[in-house]
């Protein structure tokens, strides 16, 4: 069903019960062209490109749980593109090009709301490293203005700017094309898309096994619903990419650490934009819905609980007590952990792998929502004609061996 | 917040050490090649299941030591000095089923 205005009153006289299922629930086939093994955002996007810009609709999409169960479903949705260096600028540029008439291309509402990502400087050396950043990318063609902490205020009311407190405000970078989406929506949207034009997506469905034949190359995958043949696989797994990746004797440059976020009870609106700080680690945004969405950081071992310490919530509210004291007495409803692939360079890899046939997208660590779309887009060029779309041609894994990294740990926008 | 015990000090909250990746890293020797130093630079173990890792009780002793721990209930399995042998995690990883079965 084409989702418009007119579907909509159809259904409203129809008493909503028309509305079809949004994505069909195959049985898996005995072989496909492309398994994708994960079913997130990126995982839906990669099968959705490669079915509807490549013509490779023979395509799986293998998920253990249940699509957007995992670092999709437990991000902050932020969507922003200032990076440091030109190759992410490129590859986050690209996902910022696609979000903008996602929603229509899509035909689902997946919220993209261009409310404006502002990231506060509160030292000489934030001030200097994000007018840095500004620099380099207006130099780009990517927005992104310095504003005064009176600048700051008029943009985010709440905003306490005080001379007195700890790490008082010297300005902010602001990206106004920066902002959220409904995390939900984009993996819907590119699920219920994807299965339109033929992709089968297999949910409650673990990968246990790659198989590959005497050359060396894929050949199969064992899963918990049987063996599933393969000309190419597409490891899109996140936290678990080193696990699914040892599987084909591949060894990754990753850590995967828990990342934790939390929301508050909703409020009516108040925060107009999304507020980030590096130096203090706070980010928080609201929700259409009103709650306020918090990132907090990682914990700093390896692991793969999805829970972490309270304490790192504690350090993120307090600093965002101080940044908006009017927030002191809202209460938090939820908070959870996710599992986030990390790189040396903290920058991601989408590329092919020593294995024919086996490509790997990963080590989006900390930030991956916001590339969705992009990531989607280069990762199904690179599988389809077995070379890296202009966006991705830098991010390979090869990088960690020649020693060309893409250093953007200290671009991160907040310090984990 | 973990419960760690540093093998110098005792038991200690997590805050006060500070996480030093994987243990039993070698640096490879001058003649190396770009893949033996990829290696020891950047490609990790990352297990699901049983980790040797090092940790350094940066507020408190500030002394190295070595652990091991389960990645899925963080529960810490071994803790051992710097210098004494890696475990045989496979084997560590057999014994402990054993236990959760009997």
Redesign the interface.
């Known amino acids: 069903m084409h989702f418009s205005y007119l579907s909509l009153i159809r259904q409203a006289f129809a008493a909503n019960a028309g509305w079809p299922r949004q994505w069909r629930d195959p049985e898996p086939k005995p072989a496909y062209d492309v398994v994708i093994i994960g079913g997130g955002g990126h995982g839906l996007a990669t099968a959705y490109y490669l079915a509807a810009e490549h013509g490779i609709r023979n395509v799986a999409v293998i998920e253990r749980g249940w699509i957007g169960g995992g670092n999709s479903g437990r991000n902050t949705t932020i969507v922003r593109s200032n990076y440091l260096w030109e190759e992410s600028e490129a590859l986050y540029d690209h996902a910022l090009d696609i979000w903008q008439d996602l929603s229509q291309v899509l035909n689902y509402n997946v919220m993209y709301s261009a409310r404006g990502v502002l990231m506060l400087a509160h030292t000489v050396h934030d001030v200097q490293s994000s007018k840095r950043h500004i620099h380099a990318n207006r130099l780009f063609g990517i927005d992104n203005e310095w504003l005064t902490p009176e600048e700051c205020k008029a943009f985010c009311p709440p905003l306490n700017i005080a001379k007195t407190i700890r790490y008082p405000v010297l300005g902010g970078a602001l990206q106004r094309k920066g902002g959220v989406a409904r995390h939900d929506a984009v993996v819907w949207g590119y699920a219920r898309a994807a299965s339109g034009l033929g992709v089968d997506i297999i949910q409650n469905c673990e990968v246990t096994g790659i198989r590959r034949d005497a050359s060396g190359a894929i050949e199969a995958v064992e899963t918990t619903r049987g063996r599933i043949g393969a000309k190419k696989v597409g490891i899109v797994a996140a936290g678990h990419s080193s696990v699914v990746a040892a599987m084909a004797d591949v060894r990754l440059p990753l850590e995967s650490y828990p990342l934790q976020a939390l929301v508050s009870e909703p409020l009516k609106p108040i925060v107009p934009c999304v507020i980030m700080s590096n130096t203090i680690h706070a980010y928080i945004s609201q929700s259409d819905k009103g709650d306020l969405v918090i990132g907090a950081g990682t914990d700093q071992y390896v692991s793969y609980s999805q829970t972490g310490g309270l304490y790192i919530n504690n350090a993120t509210l307090e600093a965002i007590c101080e940044l908006m004291p009017t927030l002191r007495r809202v209460r938090m409803m939820r908070g959870w952990g996710g599992i986030v692939d990390t790189t040396p360079d903290r920058s991601p890899i989408l590329s092919k792998t020593p294995v024919p046939g086996l490509f790997i997208n990963c080590g989006w660590g900390t930030g991956g929502f916001k590339a969705t779309p992009g990531s989607g887009h280069a990762f199904a060029h690179t599988i389809a004609r077995d070379e890296p779309h202009p966006a991705n041609a830098a991010f390979t894994l090869e990088r960690f061996r020649s020693g060309r990294l893409i250093d953007e740990a200290a671009a991160a926008a907040v310090a984990h | 917040?973990?419960l760690i015990r540093c093998p110098y000090c005792g038991e200690r909250p997590?805050?006060e050490f500070?996480?030093m990746?994987?243990a039993h890293i070698l640096r490879p020797g001058t003649d190396a090649s770009?893949?033996e130093i990829?290696?020891f630079?950047?490609?990790?173990?990352?297990?699901?299941g049983l980790?040797a890792?090092r940790w350094r009780h940066v507020h408190g002793c500030s002394r190295f030591f070595n652990a091991v721990?389960h990645?899925?209930?963080?529960k810490f399995v071994s803790i051992y000095k710097t210098g004494e042998p890696k475990p045989d995690l496979t084997a560590l990883a057999a014994s402990l089923n054993g236990v959760a079965r009997s």
């Open positions: 917040m973990l997590e805050i500070r996480n990746g994987e770009d893949d990829a290696d630079l950047y490609r990790r173990s990352n297990t699901k980790i890792e721990r990645t899925v209930t963080d």
